[in-house]
């Protein structure tokens, strides 16, 4: 850190605390040590204000305050000495291990003890006495004892620190665990919205367009007759949706999701919409003797099947739409065809959604979808829709 930071207002504080306490010691006369080759008294207070200055520098700089400080003590030991000096040292010891490099915390606490062990036997070996022994206890309670007691700070506050990330690690995982619940439940009911209305919708714009451009009290009230059915389907349709929306607080049960035994209906509703566009739709179902389907297989494909008779509707040119169902041990195929070619009268707009919705849903179940233009063989091309869904029991996709 640079040396010219501000210092912290604590650090200035023990800094205050600590040169008021030694210049008090001075003038009272207390002093730890005698016979020194400096014993004048004063000469004790110029280490006592470096290791005060040095305080300021104990979060900034605490590598270079302890090795200045360290340089202070040696010198404080040929005067007659200051307690105050000498506990300020030791508040470097501490400060360099809790707030210096993580190399250094590690190397402080071992050369402390180090030092301490070769103190004490170096004085063992030079004059045997309980002397020798206390002096090395005060050099480990000076050097070792702080520099352990920062290291067990530090290893708590790194600790709590990296606690507090995995926390903060843990709300971004549920935070983004919750956009993408939303994100897929919104995108599950602007599907289900587009498959459930966009057929309604879709014919009532094309028998009102052919109601207002025909000059014909029959057709139109044949066109008023198939738009008011389809206005009552669709309201009917967003009920169901309101009411799986509203599922999770009602008291009665949910309301069904259509499955593939409700094909008929819907191929007889097609036909009736698309009578006077020159479609004429068919149902080919060949799952002769098959078992049941699993519930989003079965959603999926009468989505898949609803969807292509509502583009039929929108785009085919007259000729035979027809639906193929088939089902084999692991799959089930779906087929829609249509005429591929411009066509008179009146037309629906299309925006893309129901291609994208079909692709979704397929993709959420394992399989694969196609659609596009293909020949029949007998010159006339067709639009296919081909979809394959695996009918395995497995967990699927919201």
């Known amino acids: 850190m640079s040396f010219l930071a501000r210092p912290h207002r604590d650090d200035v504080l023990l800094a205050v605390i600590g040169l008021s306490g030694g210049v008090l010691l001075w003038l009272i006369g207390i002093h730890i040590q005698n016979g020194r080759l400096f014993d004048t008294p004063w000469a004790s207070l110029l280490p006592l204000a470096v290791m005060s200055a040095l305080e300021l520098l104990r979060r900034s700089a605490p590598l270079t305050a302890l090795a200045v400080g360290t340089l202070a003590l040696v010198a404080d030991q040929f005067t007659v000495g200051s307690l105050a000096t000498l506990l300020m040292f030791t508040d470097l010891v501490y400060a360099a291990v809790l707030y210096g490099s993580p190399s250094a915390s590690r190397r402080i606490p071992v050369i402390t003890l180090l030092a301490t062990v070769a103190t004490t036997v ?10 020798a022994v206390l002096i090395g206890i005060v050099v480990g309670m000076v050097s070792f004892g702080p520099a352990l007691t920062g290291a067990s700070v530090r290893n708590h506050r790194d600790a709590a620190e990296a606690a507090r990330l995995r926390a903060d690690q843990t709300a971004l995982l549920a935070e983004m665990d919750r956009v993408q619940a939303v994100t897929a439940e ?85 036909r009736a919409n698309s009578a006077s566009s020159g479609l004429t739709v068919t149902l080919d179902d060949r799952r002769e003797g098959s078992g049941p389907l699993p519930a989003p297989v079965e959603l999926a494909a009468y989505r898949i099947v609803q969807e292509s008779l509502t583009n039929a509707l929108k785009h085919a ?6 639906v193929r169902l088939d089902r084999s041990r692991t799959l089930l195929r779906v087929e829609v065809s249509s005429v591929f070619g411009d066509r008179p009268g009146p037309r629906a707009p299309g925006s893309g959604a129901g291609l994208v919705g079909m692709r979704e849903r397929v993709a959420l179940l394992g399989g694969t979808i196609g659609a596009g233009p293909e020949p029949r063989g007998d010159g006339v091309r067709i639009w296919l829709v081909r979809a394959q869904l695996p009918v395995e029991e497995r967990t699927y996709g919201a």
């Open 122 to 131: 170096g004085f063992i070996a030079w004059a045997p006495s309980a002397d």
């Open 186 to 270: 919104r995108s599950r009911m602007a599907r289900e919205l587009h498959d459930m209305v966009a057929n309604h919708l879709s014919a009532i714009a094309i028998h009102s367009t052919a109601a207002l451009s025909i000059d014909d009290p029959g057709t139109s009230r044949d066109a008023l007759g198939v738009i008011r059915q389809n206005s009552v389907d669709g309201l009917a349709e967003m009920r169901r949706l309101i009411g799986l929306l509203r599922e999770s607080g009602a008291d009665g049960p949910p309301s069904a999701a259509p499955t593939l035994a409700s094909l008929d209906a819907l191929v007889e509703q097609a």
């Open 317 to 322: 040119a007259p000729g035979p739409v027809t």
